[in-house]
Nanobody, 120 residues
Framework: QVQLVESGGGSVQAGRSLRLACAAPESVIRMCNMGWYRQAPGKQRERVAEELGTGYTYYEDDVKGRFTLSRANANNAVYLQMLDLRPGDTAVYYC??????????????WGQGAQVTVSS
């Protein structure tokens, strides 16, 4: 059973920063495009940031310039650095692994979610 495990969520005031971490199996880190999605109460899950497999990373318009997705292959981890947080960023954040290659072709994986709450 492949598991993605998020950590680093919490409650902060607007303007503060948080960094989410996602631990994944080495095979997933190597063969999949990693990303972060979020789901706010009463809303659909939306893509926040995701590797495009071309050396580029997609960012949702509202987080451009504030959020950064990075990976540390040696640690089998992916991160989402979030700066200047706003109340509108409040959501459950999910780590994702999609568009997997080779032996994981066609598979997708999700974490259990990490709550981020931003107060004004």
């Amino acid at each position: 059973q492949v598991q993605l495990v998020e950590s680093g969520g919490g409650s902060v005031q607007a303007g503060r920063s948080l960094r989410l971490a996602c631990a994944a199996p080495e095979s997933v880190i190597r063969m999949c495009n990693m990303g972060w999605y979020r789901q706010a109460p009463g809303k659909q899950r939306e893509r926040v940031a995701e590797e495009l497999g071309t050396g580029y990373t997609y960012y949702e318009d509202d987080v451009k310039g504030r959020f950064t997705l990075s990976r540390a292959n040696a640690n089998n981890a992916v991160y989402l650095q979030m700066l200047d947080l706003r109340p509108g960023d409040t959501a459950v954040y999910y780590c994702s692994a999609n568009d997997c290659k080779r032996t994981l072709r066609g598979r997708s994986y999700w974490g259990q979610g990490a709550q981020v709450t931003v107060s004004s």
